[in-house]
């Protein structure tokens, strides 16, 4: 069964420090790829998100994500959090014909003022 | 001008009871659907509804029942409630089904906790 693998389940950082969330998926054809964040009592929001085209995407808020096919991976990247990315960061996966929206279990961001 | 509305915010209640759940987007989206996120933030689709028709039902218990009486409403029903109810559960939407490239869109969540 498909499934989606977020390898840090809580992570604390200093301001200005960088950010690297893994993402493994375990589908092998053809997929779509997102980044949702859930910042604290709100609902998700779509950061970016990847379906063809340059493997290295660019969301909101200065987040961007490659895309490895070859490591089945859709790491996100920050170069210098903020005290406002506290939030829990859902890495999610579609198969490009059909199929459900498959998330991770959420890594939770802390990032120390 | 909220996109996804979902009331109510909060679901305070006792085992046993029935209780709904409503949702409203005002995208124009054709698709719905419902999440349950439980207490460790897991995400989990429940059904999903492209233009009034159940396309996805996971293996939900029948006391939950959606229902859709057109493409910009999906409601749940819950009869005789469970401890294990408990959680936030989640509207969306999106312009194309499941397995598309198009994002979903959330609503704020009803966080329901079961007496």
């Known amino acids: 069964a498909q499934s989606v693998s977020q390898h840090n389940h809580h992570v604390i950082l200093s301001e200005a420090a960088s950010l690297e969330l893994g993402c493994n998926y375990s589908y092998g054809g053809t997929v779509n790829l997102f980044w949702y964040v859930q910042y604290p009592g709100q609902h998700l929001q779509l950061l970016l998100k990847?379906?063809?085209?340059?493997?290295l995407v660019k969301g909101i808020k200065g987040f961007e994500a490659e895309f490895i096919k070859s490591k089945f991976s859709f790491n996100l990247r920050k170069p210098s959090v903020q005290w406002s990315d506290t939030a829990e960061y859902f890495c999610?996966?579609?198969?490009?014909?059909?199929?459900?929206?498959?998330f991770g279990q959420g890594t939770e961001l802390s990032v120390k003022p | 001008d909220t996109a996804v509305s979902q009331t109510p915010k909060y679901l305070v209640t006792q085992m046993g009871n029935d209780k709904s759940i409503k949702c409203e987007q005002n995208?124009?989206?054709?698709?719905m659907y419902w999440y349950k996120q439980d207490s460790k933030k897991f995400l989990k689709i429940m059904f999903s509804?492209?233009?009034?028709?159940?396309?996805i039902n996971e293996t939900v218990p029948n006391r939950f029942s959606p229902k859709s009486p057109d493409k910009a409403h999906l409601n749940l029903h819950i009869n005789s409630l469970e401890l294990g109810d408990s959680a936030v559960y989640f509207c969306?939407?999106?312009?194309?089904?499941?397995?598309?490239?198009?994002?979903?869109?959330f609503g704020d969540g009803t966080r329901l906790s079961i007496l």
């Open positions: 999610a996966v579609t198969q490009n014909q059909g199929g459900k929206l498959i």
């Open positions: 990847y379906f063809s085209g340059d493997p």
């Open positions: 995208l124009g989206h054709d698709t």
């Open positions: 969306a939407s999106s312009q194309e089904g499941q397995g598309s490239n198009q994002p979903q869109h």
């Open positions: 509804y492209n233009n009034k028709e159940l396309i």
